[in-house]
């Protein structure tokens, strides 16, 4: 069964670069979602897609991230210049509804020295 | 403001003991309480909704309004419910999942 993908696994990239993290949601899912975990802290809603339109942005820190769906399948959320606060994991999940069960990929893992 | 408290990071129980996960949450309207849950080496699953009344896995979780609680419960711990457990809310009463989860609480689960 295919589930929720993103890629890379691992990022480690210097403060300053740029890194663009990929979210492939389960096929037929119109609606995705974008989060995050700082180390120690709570995991925290990013944003909302429904197809290719951001539904809740409200969660972007700052505008150095950029969510993209382009064509309302897979997703990119681009951090351009990473900073270290920027370490952690990032989550990406989808659902068929905005209501129904949200299944989770295996996340991101973001490390910025 | 809106927030879900777990006010345990970890919590450690012998293999048959009882186990109650505590979370609890601050939000003036209606919401949908979730817990979800992450296995070693495996993806983030809901668990349990409070609106659908179930008991997965031997779990059950209740709402109380009265004391903004929703703590996740089961009567005899097993080995395999050894994971980390995440309380979340929908502040939108379940229309969306834009989540708010707290910080978790890890469950070691003793043989």
């Known amino acids: 069964e295919a589930g929720v993908t993103q890629f890379p696994s691992h990022s480690v990239i210097e403060k300053g670069q740029t890194v663009t993290l990929r979210c492939d949601p389960i096929s037929g899912h119109d609606n995705l979602y974008w989060y995050r975990r700082v180390m120690g802290k709570e995991i925290k809603f990013l944003l909302h897609?429904?197809?290719?339109?951001?539904?809740?942005e409200s969660g972007m820190p700052n505008n150095r991230f950029l969510a993209e769906r382009t064509g309302g399948t897979y997703s990119t959320l681009k951090v351009q210049p990473a900073e270290l606060e920027d370490s952690g994991v990032y989550f990406c999940a989808s659902s068929l509804t905005a209501n129904t069960e949200a299944f989770f990929g295996q996340g991101t893992r973001l490390t910025v020295v | 403001a809106q927030r879900v408290t777990q006010p345990e990071k970890l919590l450690s129980v012998f293999k048959g003991a009882p186990v109650e996960l505590k979370c609890n949450y601050s939000y003036s309207g209606s919401p949908e309480l979730f817990w979800y849950v992450q296995y070693s080496r495996q993806r983030l699953q809901l668990l349990l909704r409070?609106?659908s009344r179930e008991s997965i896995k031997g779990f059950t979780a209740d709402l109380n309004k009265g004391e903004t609680s929703f703590h996740l419960k089961k009567p005899f711990a097993q080995e395999e419910d050894s994971a980390m457990y995440y309380c979340a809310l929908s502040p939108y009463g379940g229309a969306t999942n834009k989540l708010i989860f707290g910080t978790g609480t890890l469950l070691a689960v003793q043989p």
């Open positions: 897609f429904v197809k290719e339109s951001k539904q809740d």
């Open positions: 409070h609106i």
